[in-house]
């Protein structure tokens, strides 16, 4: 049974992970959540990518957006680094979301394949 | 895609969020005695004329700039239609909008409740600054749940933590669930 007396446990271990990862988050992940994107999809992806970076305690804050524009692409997840450079990865599913925290977030690799610009050249845009 | 209640109330949560609101009250009313589930959304955002609360369920009005339709309000409105209930929008320029949506809790087409802990979690996810009243009342039992007290326990642990985000998700519908199972 939880109760609001678990947030005092929970508050200390917070802080611990707030050290181990050394000063500000290195990432930003942020999904669309507007009308378009929660129709596509989004509210799993978003529960994934807090779950996981719960459980991994991934170096990124997991955020949100309205719409961009890009509705048929829903869900969006975009990540953005330190140095303000981002990555638009599209159509993304739970798994890819998994996917995109272990390889983008805790190796540095771009995940080209499931980004918008491989998704228009698919498309022959 | 609009398969439960949760889900049309996130639409309307996000359009307060939009609206630049500090504080927002979202009440459930699950009542089996007046066979009603009724929901409402306050908030102290930007507001809106009487002008635009009469176009507000269009598909056609939306505050946004990115593309031309809006539809969570109209999707609402709709629903209370089809399933014998009420929708209501109250609305000030500068105070705040209400807005208000029932439906006939044992009618057939009515939606099941959904995952409340989820659109909770995901509403204090997209903003930390804006802090939530959470009310769940049955015909004999009520949880409330409040952010600011929350924020209060953390004390400067961000609730935005991915694992307290989770333990409100848990927490939420842990008690809710509790109240409903009470209720017989």
Request: proline share 2%.
């Amino acid at each position: 049974m939880k109760s609001l007396e678990d947030l005092k446990k929970m508050r200390e271990e917070a802080l611990k992970k707030v050290e181990m990862r050394e000063g500000d988050k290195e990432y930003r992940v942020v999904v669309g959540m507007a009308t378009c994107g929660i129709a596509a999809g989004a509210r799993p992806v978003l529960n994934r990518l807090v779950e996981e970076t719960a459980e991994k305690n991934y170096n990124c804050a997991v955020t949100q957006t309205g719409c961009i524009g890009m509705c048929v692409y829903e869900p969006i997840v975009e990540v953005y680094g330190k140095d303000g450079e981002h990555t638009t990865y599209v159509k993304v599913t739970p798994d890819m979301a998994t996917e995109i925290l272990e390889k983008h977030i805790g190796q540095g690799e771009i995940i080209e394949e499931y980004t918008v610009e491989a998704a228009r050249s698919g498309q022959g845009e | 895609m609009m398969e439960d209640l949760a889900m049309h109330i996130l639409e309307i949560l996000m359009n307060s969020i939009h609206a630049c609101a500090k504080n927002i009250k979202f009440i459930v009313q699950d009542s089996t005695i007046n066979d009603k589930i009724s929901m409402s959304v306050e908030d102290d955002g930007k507001g809106m004329s009487s002008e635009q609360v009469q176009k507000i369920s269009s598909p056609f009005m939306t505050g946004r700039s990115t593309r031309k339709v809006g539809l969570g309000v109209a999707f609402l409105k709709g629903l209370t239609e089809q399933c014998n209930g009420d929708f209501l929008v109250e609305s000030e320029v500068g105070k705040g909008t209400r807005v208000l949506a029932s439906v006939q809790k044992s009618f057939i087409d009515t939606p099941p409740m959904g995952n409340l802990g989820e659109i909770i979690m995901e509403c204090i996810q997209a903003n930390e600054e804006i802090d939530y009243i959470f009310h769940y009342m049955t015909d004999t039992n009520e949880f409330v749940f409040n952010t600011k007290e929350i924020k209060k326990e953390l004390d400067g642990v961000s609730i935005l933590e991915p694992s307290i985000l989770l333990w409100i998700k848990d927490y939420v519908n842990q008690q809710v669930n509790m109240i409903k199972e009470d209720e017989g």
